[in-house]
């Protein structure tokens, strides 16, 4: 138990989290391309889970490039809720299929579970598009990315020189 406090004073580095935030983004990376195999509603939860993974493990780093993290955020928020959307019509147009009489095309059931699914397949579409964005480096490229701008970040605080943010030179 000491060995685990031990570990938890200490300060977070690089090579103490490098392999989860690989490992995280390799299988979103992996349940994106699934997506373009088999579009099954397992596929898309299987792609929520690693979407809110990469999440959290980008909340960690979020002090070493503030701004890109939060864009990376936002988009991952973005495509967490068309994930959820999406389950949630499926769920409805199963519902309706299982409890509604879909022989009769002039049903109001029939017709609504038309417009949900037509719906739920928009959504799919949209939520593989920005997949495909979010998870278009390769696991090797997105460490990188984020090594350098580790060792950039650790540059600065070494050198005690104000933040980026501090200067204001957007403004």
């Given at each position: 138990?000491?060995?685990l406090?031990?570990n938890?004073s200490?300060?977070?580095?690089l090579d103490t989290?490098?392999?989860?935030?690989k490992?995280v983004?390799?299988?979103?990376?992996?349940?994106q391309?699934?997506?373009?195999?088999?579009q099954t509603?397992e596929?898309?939860h299987?792609?929520?889970?690693?979407?809110n993974?990469?999440a959290?493990?980008?909340e960690i780093?979020h002090?070493?490039?503030p701004?890109?993290?939060?864009l990376?955020?936002?988009?991952?928020?973005?495509?967490?809720?068309l994930l959820?959307?999406?389950?949630g019509?499926?769920?409805?147009s199963e519902f309706?299929?299982?409890h509604?009489?879909?022989?009769?095309?002039?049903n109001g059931?029939?017709?609504m579970?038309?417009?949900v699914e037509?719906h739920?397949?928009?959504?799919q579409?949209h939520a593989?598009?920005l997949?495909q964005?979010?998870?278009?480096?390769?696991p090797?490229h997105?460490?990188?990315?984020?090594?350098?701008?580790?060792?950039?970040?650790?540059?600065?605080?070494?050198?005690?020189?104000?933040?980026?943010?501090?200067l204001?030179?957007?403004?």
């Amino acid at each position: 138990m000491a060995n685990l406090k031990d570990n938890l004073s200490k300060p977070l580095t690089l090579d103490t989290i490098a392999s989860g935030l690989k490992r995280v983004y390799q299988r979103g990376r992996k349940a994106q391309k699934n997506l373009s195999d088999a579009q099954t509603n397992e596929d898309f939860h299987e792609l929520q889970k690693r979407v809110n993974y990469l999440a959290v493990q980008l909340e960690i780093v979020h002090p070493i490039w503030p701004d890109m993290i939060d864009l990376w955020r936002s988009e991952l928020e973005k495509l967490s809720q068309l994930l959820v959307t999406s389950e949630g019509l499926f769920q409805l147009s199963e519902f309706l299929r299982t409890h509604g009489d879909m022989s009769d095309k002039n049903n109001g059931v029939y017709l609504m579970n038309t417009l949900v699914e037509g719906h739920g397949e928009q959504v799919q579409q949209h939520a593989m598009l920005l997949a495909q964005k979010v998870y278009s480096l390769k696991p090797k490229h997105f460490l990188k990315l984020l090594t350098s701008a580790w060792e950039a970040h650790d540059s600065e605080r070494a050198q005690q020189i104000l933040p980026s943010e501090k200067l204001k030179l957007s403004e």
